[in-house]
């Protein structure tokens, strides 16, 4: 599969494979010839991916092949132990959790899960979790602060669910109340927005010490689509949308909501699983570190301060 924006790159791929491809056949080198391809096909990714407009940095944080929570748990920690249920209502496998160790670091992990098909997605809800997963979410995050350790969140969702049985398990009230819960709870805490964290869906487990974005990831109020059918009555202004939302992670980092962008290979994290869960690993690990060094009132003031600091707003 391939984005729009990237139909050269696939291009000149396709004239390496079809180069390869003869040689095989008829037993010519064209190793000359594929060089030269091939320097030419990673100056031009390179250059496709170091200027994408907005809408396209969303289509890169939505690819399907995209590295999800599960991915980075198997390949950044070890002695990975699920729990399930928020113990009142049921078991919501559109955010998953669990214990797991961080090069040697006991640290609870909470992250929103999408499926790679249909019948994983509808079991997952597409990562769009009900009021219980945040339920779950909060039940976990007091089991860490119950045994002093810390909490490490991936945001990767649409949004909350809402629909009627979400709506009827009080989903506003779930969000809301883990927001105030994470506020204060006595760990640290952080998070890593890996795709796409749009609106309370995201926030549900985003209120943390310290928010890492990956570098194609977007984080907003809302989704283009949304924004655009709301102000412009139709999904078609997407494009505007996407570039007044300021969604990136370069825009995030500079209104200091984001505290550090975590780079991605050449081409997207879907190019390259094992390098962006490198990155995203090391990254976590000295982060945590850093916080754990904390005494819990001095955690906590700079918790409140950071959130107290983002926006702006005047007195009359």
Same mark, same amino acid.
């Given at each position: 599969m391939h984005l729009d924006f990237e139909s050269d790159i696939v291009e000149i791929q396709d004239q390496i494979n079809k180069l390869l491809d003869l040689a095989d056949r008829r037993g010519i080198d064209v190793s000359d010839e594929v060089k030269v391809l091939h320097e030419k096909l990673e100056d031009l990714r390179l250059r496709t991916y170091n200027n994408l407009k907005p809408m396209e940095q969303v289509q890169v944080a939505r690819h399907p092949q995209r590295p999800y929570?599960?991915?980075? %748990?198997?390949? *950044?920690? @070890?002695?990975?132990?699920?729990?399930?249920?928020?113990?009142?209502?049921?078991?919501?496998?559109?955010?998953?959790g669990g214990w797991g160790r961080l090069k040697g670091r006991s640290v609870m992990i909470i992250g929103q899960q999408k499926g790679r098909d249909m019948k994983e997605n509808l079991?997952?809800?597409?990562?769009?979790?009900?009021p219980e997963g945040y339920?779950?979410?909060?039940?976990?995050?007091?089991?860490?602060?119950?045994?002093?350790?810390?909490? %490490?969140?991936? *945001?990767? @969702?649409l949004g909350a669910f809402p629909g009627i049985g979400s709506e009827e398990r009080g989903i506003s009230e779930a969000i809301a109340f883990n927001l105030r819960e994470m506020s204060r709870l006595k760990v640290p805490i952080v998070s890593a927005v890996i795709g796409e964290g749009m609106s309370g869906g995201a926030l549900g487990i985003g209120v943390t010490d310290k928010i890492l974005m990956l570098e194609h990831s977007i984080y907003s109020v809302i989704s283009p689509e949304g924004c655009a059918a709301i102000l412009w009555r139709s999904a078609a202004h997407k494009e505007k949308a996407a570039n007044a939302l300021r969604l990136t992670a370069t825009d995030l980092h500079d209104f200091g909501i984001c505290d550090e962008i975590v780079p991605e290979p050449v081409g997207g994290a879907?190019?390259?699983?094992?390098?962006?869960?490198?990155?995203?690993?090391?990254?976590?690990?000295?982060?945590?570190?850093?916080?754990?060094?904390?005494?819990?009132?001095?955690?906590?003031?700079?918790?409140?301060?950071?959130?107290?600091?983002?926006?702006?707003?005047?007195?009359?």
């Open positions: 929570t599960l991915d980075y %748990v198997e390949r *950044i920690f @070890t002695d990975w132990v699920e729990l399930h249920g928020d113990r009142n209502f049921r078991d919501d496998e559109a955010i998953v079991r997952r809800n597409f990562g769009m979790p009900h339920r779950k979410a909060l039940r976990l995050m007091r089991q860490a602060e119950k045994f002093g350790r810390p909490v %490490v969140s991936f *945001i990767d @969702t879907h190019a390259d699983w094992d390098e962006t869960a490198q990155n995203l690993g090391a990254c976590l690990h000295r982060v945590v570190g850093e916080l754990e060094k904390l005494p819990t009132k001095k955690l906590l003031a700079q918790r409140w301060a950071k959130y107290e600091a983002i926006g702006a707003w005047r007195e009359e």
